[in-house]
């Protein structure tokens, strides 16, 4: 049984690593764009370029990470070595060197795609570290719950503060008190982790790994369905900025409340849904998660009142504990299954394609964010934007995450079936006698 301290001191990198991904995801563009006053086209169209090039970088970042033999171990170097190039990327990304919209717009996609590339090798290799670790199936219900606890708690900072602290302290003391504290959590987290010397046998060679990923069934539509998940909650993330400076205005302090209820609903309700998922099973309890979150997020098409925004934001943060919890449940029940067929674990091919896919999904996202500001005419230099620009809003944040999620929900619906067949041919040839 591994001591609770370790469980406790790994799991809290979920701190450091969601409060500088999600500032991310929250400020960056909104930053250099309403701030900074870039090129919303040439924004959009470089972090279309950035979303494909690092699609490949973390499918390469997986397939390194699985072929490591270090002293250290596979994963945990890259851990060791990437933490610092990640704090100071991001506080770099908030102090800009340069000055001149055309040389902040090559700045911005140089430093993003830099800090993308640490990130990816930093949050992979932690990542990789959890099936290994926890391969009994209730502890991995207890350490998930805590790792969306202390995600939850990096969410709440990285998405709800970010924007308040960047306009209230400034934004480049914003970027400097997240980098200290994710600097913290990561480097305390080593004190948990470990890994499993037998894992280390000789790996798959790059083509019969891709061969051997995509040839499980259960991974392409579970990635496939974490694709319109990841789309839907970090197109909300990005939006939620522009949405409570335009569509309904939100003072610094009910900013902070709409993304800040929604995060501590999600804290005890995360431990509630992997209770749940032990007794409903994942699979299942995702399909009720993802009907969920469609149906509170169309309420957003309608809200007018900052209340009404920060209400349906709180009870948001039901839907959002279940997809930090059921999804990373998902993709530990696919690793698993893999490694039946195959014989060896190979945590980092598949998050790297998992990333692979989410990074894609980013691109889909700044595409979708770009045709928005051409179509609609939004215009960051006014303060009241086009009636157009409203409606889009308002669609982007309410009605695309119901068409995403019904994609999502009719892909995981077959993995479920994939998961229900297997248990019913499992309990078939134990029936049969020998």
């Not at 171990?73 to 991001?90: A, K, N, T």
């Not at 099936?131 to 709440?156: D, H």
């Not at 470990?194 to 991974?219: D, G, I, M, Q, W």
Request: charged share 10%.
């Amino acid at each position: 049984m591994i001591p609770f301290s370790k469980r406790l001191a790994y799991t809290v990198n979920q701190i450091g690593v969601n409060l500088l991904w999600q500032a991310f995801n929250t400020v960056a563009v909104f930053y250099y764009v309403t701030v900074l006053h870039v090129s919303t086209t040439g924004v959009s169209v470089g972090m279309i370029v950035y979303g494909v090039v690092n699609a490949f970088l973390n499918l390469f970042a997986g397939y390194l990470s699985d072929r490591t033999n270090s002293r250290m171990g596979r994963r945990i170097p890259y851990i060791v070595y990437g933490g610092v190039p990640f704090v100071v990327l991001f506080y770099l990304l908030f102090h800009p060197l340069v000055s001149g919209p055309h040389a902040l717009l090559a700045y911005f996609l140089v430093v993003t795609f830099l800090f993308d590339i640490s990130f990816t090798f930093v949050a992979l290799n932690i990542s990789a570290l959890f099936p290994e670790m926890y391969p009994n199936a209730s502890n991995r219900s207890s350490v998930v719950a805590l790792q969306q606890f202390f995600g939850i708690i990096g969410l709440i900072a990285g998405v709800a503060l970010s924007k308040s602290l960047g306009q209230s302290l400034g934004w480049t003391t914003m970027a400097l008190i997240f980098a200290a504290i994710t600097f913290v959590s990561v480097y305390l987290s080593l004190y948990g982790s470990f890994e499993n010397p037998a894992y280390r046998e000789e790996p798959l060679h790059f083509r019969e790994a891709v061969r051997e990923t995509f040839s499980n069934k259960r991974f392409l539509v579970y990635v496939f369905a974490s694709l319109f998940v990841q789309l839907t909650t970090t197109m909300f993330v990005t939006i939620s900025s522009f949405y409570s400076t335009y569509v309904v205005s939100l003072n610094a302090t009910q900013s902070a409340l709409f993304l800040g209820l929604m995060f501590i609903v999600a804290i005890p309700v995360s431990f509630l849904w992997s209770r749940v998922a032990l007794k409903l099973g994942n699979s299942r309890t995702t399909l009720a998660v993802v009907v969920l979150f469609a149906l509170i997020s169309l309420v957003f098409c309608f809200d007018t009142t900052p209340l009404a925004v920060i209400l349906t934001g709180a009870v948001l943060g039901i839907g959002i504990a279940g997809f930090m919890v059921l999804m990373n449940l998902l993709l530990a029940d696919v690793i698993d299954y893999d490694a039946e067929k195959t014989g060896k674990r190979r945590e980092g091919m598949y998050y790297g394609m998992n990333g692979f896919v989410v990074r894609i999904g980013l691109s889909l996202q700044y595409a979708i964010m770009g045709i928005f500001f051409t179509v609609t005419k939004f215009n960051s230099n006014l303060r009241t934007q086009p009636h157009a620009a409203i409606l889009g809003l308002r669609f982007l944040i309410g009605g695309l995450p119901v068409i995403l999620l019904f994609v999502s929900f009719l892909l995981l619906y077959k993995y479920h079936r994939y998961v229900s067949d297997e248990r019913g041919e499992k309990r078939v040839s134990h029936a049969i006698p020998s």
